[in-house]
C-alpha cells in the first residue's frame, strides 16, 4: 500500500486571516480524496503547529465575543475525531508562556480517541522531511 502523506504547517495567528481555518479545512477534507486514488493508496495527514500558530491551540477562545467568528477548537478536536495527527511545538508553547493545561490536547468530549501530541520541533522538521507535500498556512 503506497502512503502519501502530507503534511499541514500552520505558523500564522489564528482570526486575523482565514489561513488557520483553512489548514484546518484541508487537513480534514485530505482525507476524501483516497477516492481519487489509485487502488492501494492511501492519505496520511499531519498538522502542525508551530511559532505563532500555537496560539491557535488555546482552549476556550472566545473569538465569537471578540472577532464574531466560531474558535478553532472545534476545527482541532474535529481533526482529532478524524484521526488526524495533530503536533504542537513545544519551544514554541513555551516561548509564548502557554502550559499544557491551556493547550487542546484531546477531545474526548466529542468521542476521539487521538489527542494532540507537544514535541519538540526536531519531531515536527522529521515529519516534514518524510512528507511527500507540505502546505504552509
Known amino acids: 500500500m503506497s502512503i502519501k502523506k502530507i503534511a499541514f504547517i500552520v505558523d500564522k495567528m489564528p482570526y486575523k486571516?482565514?489561513?488557520s481555518r483553512l489548514a484546518l479545512t484541508h487537513a480534514i477534507a485530505s482525507q476524501t480524496v483516497e477516492i481519487h486514488?489509485?487502488?492501494?493508496?492511501?492519505?496520511?495527514p499531519v498538522l502542525a503547529f508551530v511559532g505563532a500558530g500555537v496560539l491557535?491551540?488555546?482552549r476556550n477562545q472566545k473569538a465569537s465575543d471578540v472577532y464574531g467568528v466560531t474558535t478553532l477548537e472545534s476545527h482541532i478536536k474535529n481533526a482529532l475525531l478524524t484521526d488526524i495527527k495533530v503536533l504542537i511545538c513545544e519551544e514554541d508553547v513555551k516561548k509564548y508562556g502557554l502550559t499544557?493545561?491551556?493547550i487542546i490536547m484531546d477531545a474526548e468530549d466529542i468521542g476521539a480517541d487521538m489527542a494532540?501530541?507537544?514535541v519538540p520541533f526536531s519531531?515536527?522538521?522529521g515529519e516534514m522531511e518524510s512528507a511527500d507535500h507540505i502546505m504552509f498556512f
Request: aromatic share 0%; proline share 0%.
Open 56 to 58: 491557535n491551540c488555546i
Open 37 to 44: 486514488l489509485e487502488d492501494g493508496e492511501n492519505v496520511e
Open 123 to 125: 519531531t515536527i522538521m
Open 116 to 118: 494532540s501530541e507537544l
Open 100 to 102: 499544557e493545561e491551556q
Open 17 to 19: 486571516s482565514e489561513t
